[in-house]
């Protein structure tokens, strides 16, 4: 609720940066295909890790090594997003 808010005080042009500029937010391309696959493959994974990505840390802090497969996988995946991202269609 508070980012459906906050994106209408950015289109509205109420909120502007610290520099004083508009905040611009592109309109996203419509389609729900996309959307669904995008978020059964983050909820697989984050339902086969069992965390959530804050938690990760607690759970690493907690003495769990094991997540520090997830956390690798998670990284990983950041990584492999940004260098083909150019390339995905979105």
Same mark, same amino acid.
């Given at each position: !609720? +508070? $980012?459906m808010i906050m994106m209408t005080f950015f289109r509205r %042009? @109420? !909120?502007k940066?610290?520099? $004083? %500029?508009d905040i611009i937010v592109p309109p996203k391309k419509p389609g729900i295909y996309r959307n669904l696959f995008g978020g059964i493959l983050f909820g697989l994974g984050w339902g086969l890790a069992g965390?959530? /990505? $804050?938690p990760m840390f607690v759970l690493l802090g907690q $003495? @769990? @090594?094991a997540i520090l497969v997830v956390i690798f996988g998670a990284t990983f995946g950041a990584f492999l997003y940004g260098v083909f991202k150019e %390339? +995905? /269609?979105h």
């Open positions: !609720i +508070l $980012g %042009k @109420v !909120i940066t610290f520099e $004083g %500029k965390a959530c /990505p $804050g $003495g @769990v @090594v %390339k +995905l /269609p």
